[in-house]
């Protein structure tokens, strides 16, 4: 079993800056790949970015390329998830997960993920 907790959401103004936090607990020893996922209202489920577990691997929603950086500290357990430039469209409830089948380039598909954190809000304004 795995657990996840994400933290760090909250209300920030357009162009603003949030750090979200995924604290990770249980059989992470065997964990190769986290994602970033976020749910807009009336939306489904969304991609956002994903790192493999050395970290050397990275991918990135094409909405989200050079505004956020996914970083995981493997020693801690923890995954971050530093969001610049915040839009109103990147409002949404922000999930971690854990694929723990995938070796190579981490996946965008949120099947693929086995674990699953509760969500965090964020919330852009203008």
């Known amino acids: 079993q795995v657990q996840l907790v994400e933290s760090g959401g909250g209300l920030v103004q357009a162009g603003g800056s949030l750090r979200l936090s995924c604290a990770a607990s249980g059989r992470t020893y065997s964990s190769y790949c986290m994602g970033w996922f976020r749910q807009a209202p009336g939306k489904q489920r969304e991609f956002v970015a994903a790192i493999r577990r050395s970290g050397e691997t990275t991918r990135y929603a094409d909405s989200v390329k050079g505004r956020f950086t996914i970083s995981r500290d493997i020693a801690k357990n923890m995954m971050y998830l530093q969001m610049n430039s915040l839009e109103l469209e990147d409002t949404g409830v922000y999930y971690c997960?854990?694929?723990?089948?995938?070796?190579?380039?981490?996946?965008?598909?949120?099947?693929?993920?086995?674990?699953w954190g509760q969500g965090t809000q964020v919330t852009v304004s203008s």
């Open positions: 997960a854990i694929d723990l089948k995938t070796y190579g380039v981490p996946k965008t598909a949120e099947s693929e993920y086995e674990y």
